[in-house]
């Protein structure tokens, strides 16, 4: 076997357990500018289609602002959020409770976070009827730089989240941050130094179920 080039279990570490943070998010410690930059120069190299680059990244460590947005996320989470909870709690799935229940905590706490990051992309067609292909290729031109900021915040002690629902007022939160037309939010990551750094890996299908050789 030829030998890696990179110290297999530490980025294989780094891969698995890097989680979606919500209780655990330190809203007492400030973060950095400078360690969000660092974050971003990272996620920037990550590929986009046609090499066009055109992230933006708003970092929103204002508390009037962060207020604005957590109540715009509230007001797009928190029926779903309760509703999910409510039918998890039927079904007896424990473990989905717990995941909204820490979901509904961050709700309550966004405003909170050190910092709130609202990934962006260059996208002058998006309010358009557009084909399968286009909507692929440009959430797969931001979504890996987003997870790299993830990974990137990860190894520095950091947590995040991604979460989606303030994007029902994705046009109010564009009025409040400034966002330009023909440019598209992607997602809201609250950002925090983490309490503790002891994360585990999540329970998964082993690979051998979810592969498929040549055929379904």
Not at 108 to 128: G, K, S, W
Not at 148 to 154: K, T, V
């Amino acid at each position: 076997m030829i030998e890696p080039p990179f110290d297999l279990s530490e980025t294989d570490r780094l891969l698995t357990t890097t989680r979606a943070v919500r209780r655990r998010l330190d809203l007492e410690r400030a973060v950095e500018r400078s360690v969000i930059l660092e974050c971003v120069e990272i996620a920037s190299q990550a590929p986009t289609g046609s090499n066009r680059q055109g992230w933006r990244w708003i970092v929103v460590d204002e508390p009037d602002l962060k207020k604005g947005l957590a109540d715009l996320y509230r007001r797009g989470a928190m029926g779903y959020l309760t509703k999910a909870r409510a039918s998890a709690q039927d079904r007896g799935d424990a473990q989905t409770v717990r995941v909204f229940e820490s979901t509904l905590v961050l709700a309550d706490t966004m405003q909170d976070v050190p910092a709130l990051v609202i990934p962006c992309i260059e996208a002058p067609t998006a309010n358009r009827a557009l084909p399968a292909t286009a909507w692929s290729g440009l959430y797969g031109s931001i979504f890996p730089a987003i997870w790299s900021f993830q990974l990137a915040l990860r190894s520095r002690g950091l947590g995040s989240t991604l979460t989606t629902l303030h994007l029902q007022h994705a046009q109010e939160a564009a009025e409040l941050l400034g966002i330009p037309n023909g440019t598209m939010q992607a997602a809201l990551l609250p950002v925090a130094y983490t309490i503790g750094t002891d994360f585990k890996p999540a329970a998964r299908p082993p690979a051998e179920t979810i592969v498929h050789w040549n055929h379904w």
